[in-house]
């Protein structure tokens, strides 16, 4: 027996435990529709609440004029001239059966048009997220073990990283990499040399709170009994360092993912609209500029979305990596 | 889709600049780059793709019969034309219409049309297609705004033969030609507009020198060349098809990321160029600047004076003599732009000056609030009358005003202040800010208005502006109720006499400037930066967007 710690207890009632994972499941599925309805009625209020007609906004880029008749057509053409609790109530029949409406400014369904943005984003937040540990995971394995002064330094490096707005980075970077250098370009072209400043905008300030996290806790596993008792086996240091504490750090971190893919998310909107990157934070912002409703909603429907599969995946991960038995209790 | 900016962006010689010294970390650096060895060279070579860096928002259709704004204009400048165009003097000269003729009443006007002219879908520019095209902007399904509303004095139009088109006018309307130079009013293929709205606004069918290829929403739109073209506009540099193989139309709002795509040479010309940008530019031999500015309105504040306190026209005179302008302008706009004293723009001809009336004067204003009855000051400094504040509430659109113009407004509030007016400034969305005018809830604002010749001081400055449509809508955001400026609009509007027209406008402009109804600021700007590679860009005079007709790649 080399790992008598991960090896998982034999189930006793296997009829008993699917029920609680049926149970368990149906619970998750409540919850996660409960959301939905609660961010699609929000964000809808939000964006309605503001003083201002929408039809204006529809209509109205800077400097152009509009007509009384123009005006009329287009309320009449989105429902404009319904009472909002109506309007609110269509949106959420739509919503239910699927269909997150029709733009008012893009001349286009949100569904697709969301769909095709959605692909930039979850590239750009995906890699970002792998490149964030990577860098985080090489600074605490670093660092760690090393003395004093290596933490002290990789613990710096992690707190000015988790301080740098994106903003910030991302202008300071494009000024370095493109204008400076010349060997990146500042905008999104159709090769992945484009994702590289975007990627680091977001990933380095991430890596920052991954690290302090994992380093964290790569110190408390070091020192605990399991390690002890792992050298007391005769495993090698790196054996230690890589099969045990690692894998022991790596847990508060992977939980922290869920979180930090909403943050990406979020960090997109800015990255995008600096970088001129297609994706759901840019189509946002400008919706959210414009005033277009069912664009705000359908993009932030989506985004719950994909963060309620990050927060289910980021669950199976830590179940997977956590070396401690597991209990059905409090699931 | 190859992209010839993966070549392009090989590291240029910055060594010597690195060498110069780290400590210079602006990005004023690019000057040190040298000319292309091939500079002198000045025939021009077909071929090549140009990529265009716009700052406006992407438009939501690219046909701009549909609603009608300014990004609409810039992109659709390159795949449609118009009926006439203006040379620099801000004459109408042929494009589409060969010629043209009016009656004695000014209620008829004959075009007639170029010969061999046809859509890049194959259907010849007919008489059948121009009626087409007013029918399609007078639709109310339409959504058209800007051509909306500069048709509004044509009643039907009739086809005289295959190439001659009469437009009846239900009024004569002196500002007919240069309303149909703009290019919301372009020509598209009669054909191409019976397509679903959706379809025509993916791709419109014109005639211009180059077609819409595709548009990839949030990243770009590429037109290539039309082969088959024939009609360029009388002040062109050359016959035949363009130069430039394809146009890849990209948008990148931010204006640090632009300014440095361009240094990178990833893109060849940006828009919406920044003061600070453009001062930085300057510096630069691979760089050129392109001060552009818009025909119609100048960038001006309108004085609300439809309620108190600028009802009183005293109040708008200290609140005018009050703002330190010029200082403003110079510091916050370096050079870039200078201080306006006319309600029109300076490339429109008929424009009136009057700059003794608008100098920053603190101490006559103190005299002119002292006489109009504000003498007390509150707590904070502010004058107070009958125990109310002299307070202006100021909606900004920050959609529309560019950083530097908001921080101009915040100059005017520091030195009215010192006079005792309280100004509200309130940074808006482009929705909230309609409704603070539709609720007439400013006293001052600032609003762009782009068209092309004089006519536009019928719209901001004729009563009829004032009521609001049904929409809240309205263009007459400083309320001049004057019956004797509306007499001098309505008959300038309607009058054939170049020379009578000139005067009836100049005479308006004089009452409006009179009057104190606006502080007027600068042109309303408009500034491209462009790669001296590219050669032979410039913009078309009727509203300032540019046309890579007789543009190419020197590199």
């Known amino acids: ?331 | 889709m190859p992209r010839p900016g993966i070549v392009r962006s090989t590291p240029r010689p910055l060594t010597l600049a690195l060498a110069a010294g780290v400590t210079a970390l602006g990005l004023a650096l690019t000057g040190c780059t040298t000319a292309s060895p091939d500079a002198g060279d000045d025939t021009p070579k077909s071929g090549g793709t140009l990529t265009y860096a716009s700052g406006d928002a992407e438009p939501t259709c690219l046909d701009p019969h549909v609603g009608g704004n300014f990004p609409q204009a810039l992109v659709s400048s390159q795949y449609l034309e118009s009926l006439v165009s203006l040379d620099d003097e801000g004459t109408v000269i042929p494009w589409l219409a060969d010629s043209w003729t009016v009656s004695d009443d000014g209620l008829a006007w004959e075009f007639t049309l170029r010969d061999g002219v046809t859509f890049t879908d194959g259907t010849p520019l007919d008489a059948a297609a121009v009626q087409a095209n007013v029918a399609h902007l007078q639709d109310p399904e339409t959504g058209s705004s800007t051509g909306y509303l500069a048709l509004a004095k044509v009643a039907g139009t009739e086809a005289v033969s295959d190439s001659v088109v009469r437009f009846t006018l239900s009024e004569p309307d002196s500002a007919l030609l240069e309303s149909l130079s703009q290019p919301w009013l372009a020509i598209q293929s009669a054909t191409a507009l019976e397509r679903t709205q959706d379809e025509n606004c993916a791709a419109p069918v014109g005639t211009g020198p180059f077609k819409v290829d595709s548009w990839v929403k949030q990243n770009a739109i590429t037109m290539v060349r039309n082969d088959d073209y024939t009609s360029p506009p009388g002040d062109a540099g050359h016959a035949g098809p363009a130069y430039l193989d394809e146009i890849v139309w990209r948008f990148i709002p931010d204006s640090a990321s632009r300014y440095a795509a361009l240094q990178a040479g990833e893109v060849d010309m940006i828009d919406n160029v920044q003061p600070d940008t453009i001062a930085q530019a300057e510096s630069s031999d691979t760089i050129v600047h392109l001060d552009a500015p818009r025909p119609g309105a100048s960038n001006r504040i309108e004085l609300n004076s439809g309620k108190a306190p600028f009802d009183d026209i005293a109040v708008r005179e200290a609140f005018i003599r009050s703002a330190n302008i010029v200082d403003g302008v110079e510091s916050l706009f370096q050079g870039t732009a200078d201080r306006s004293t006319s309600a029109l723009s300076s490339v429109e001809p008929l424009g009136v000056s009057e700059p003794d009336l608008f100098d920053y004067d603190p101490d006559a204003a103190d005299a002119l609030l002292d006489g109009a009855g504000w003498t007390q000051r509150d707590s904070d400094g502010y004058r107070v009358k009958d125990g109310v504040r002299l307070s202006v509430v100021f909606p900004v659109s920050t959609n529309q005003s560019i950083p530097a113009e908001q921080s101009l407004y915040e100059q005017i509030q520091a030195t009215a202040k010192e006079t005792g007016f309280e100004v509200k400034l309130a940074k808006l969305d482009l929705s909230s800010w309609y409704a603070e005018l539709g609720a007439n809830a400013y006293d001052a604002v600032s609003a762009p208005y782009t068209k092309v010749g004089p006519d536009v001081l019928r719209i901001l400055f004729h009563s009829d502006g004032i009521t609001p449509a049904p929409s809240g809508y309205f263009a007459n955001h400083a309320q001049v109720n004057d019956p004797e400026i509306d007499a001098l609009l309505t008959e300038a509007g309607q009058i054939s006499d170049p020379e009578r027209r000139a005067a009836l406008y100049a005479d308006a402009q004089e009452r409006v400037l009179d009057g104190f109804y606006i502080l007027p600021l600068m042109d309303q700007q408009n500034h491209f930066l462009y790669a001296t590679s590219l050669e032979g860009a410039r913009v078309l005079p009727a509203v300032s967007t540019p046309t890579f007709y007789d543009a190419w790649l020197n590199r």
């Open chain 1, 1 to 331: 027996m080399a790992e008598p710690l991960t090896q998982r207890p034999t189930p006793i009632r296997p009829r008993a435990r699917t029920r609680d994972r049926l149970g368990a499941v149906l619970r998750r599925l409540a919850g996660a529709v409960f959301v939905l309805w609660a961010v699609a009625t929000l964000t809808f209020f939000a964006v309605r609440l503001i003083p201002g007609d929408p039809a204006q906004a529809i209509l109205g880029g800077p400097g152009s004029q509009t007509s009384p008749e123009a005006l009329a057509a287009v309320r009449a053409e989105y429902g404009l001239d319904q009472p909002i609790w109506v309007q609110y109530l269509q949106q959420l029949g739509r919503l239910a059966t699927g269909d997150l409406g029709r733009s008012y400014g893009l001349n286009q369904d949100v569904g697709p048009l969301v769909l095709a943005q959605l692909g930039g984003t979850l590239v750009l937040a995906v890699t970002s997220l792998a490149v964030a540990w990577v860098l985080a995971l090489t600074l605490a394995t670093w660092s760690t073990g090393r003395g004093r002064l290596a933490r002290r330094i990789g613990s710096g490096l992690e707190i000015v990283a988790a301080a740098l707005p994106h903003f910030w980075l991302a202008t300071v970077l494009i000024v370095l990499f493109s204008v400076w250098l010349g060997v990146l370009p500042p905008i999104s072209t159709s090769d992945a040399r484009g994702l590289v400043l975007p990627v680091l905008t977001l990933a380095v300030p991430l890596a920052g709170f991954l690290g302090q996290v994992m380093r964290e806790s790569l110190l408390t596993a070091l020192e605990s009994p399991f390690v002890l008792s792992a050298r007391a086996r005769g495993e090698s240091e790196r054996g230690v360092f890589w099969r045990h504490a690692l894998r022991h750090a790596a847990l508060p971190a992977i939980s922290l993912s869920g979180w930090a893919f909403g943050s990406l998310i979020s960090g997109a909107v800015v990255v995008e609209t600096i970088f001129a990157r297609p994706g759901l934070g840019r189509t946002l912002l400008t919706a959210v500029t414009v005033r277009d409703v069912p664009v705000v909603v359908g993009v932030v429907m989506v985004v719950a979305v994909a963060y309620i599969l990050m927060t289910i995946a980021t669950d199976v991960a830590s179940r997977i990596a956590d070396p401690r038995p597991r209990t059905e209790a409090g699931r």
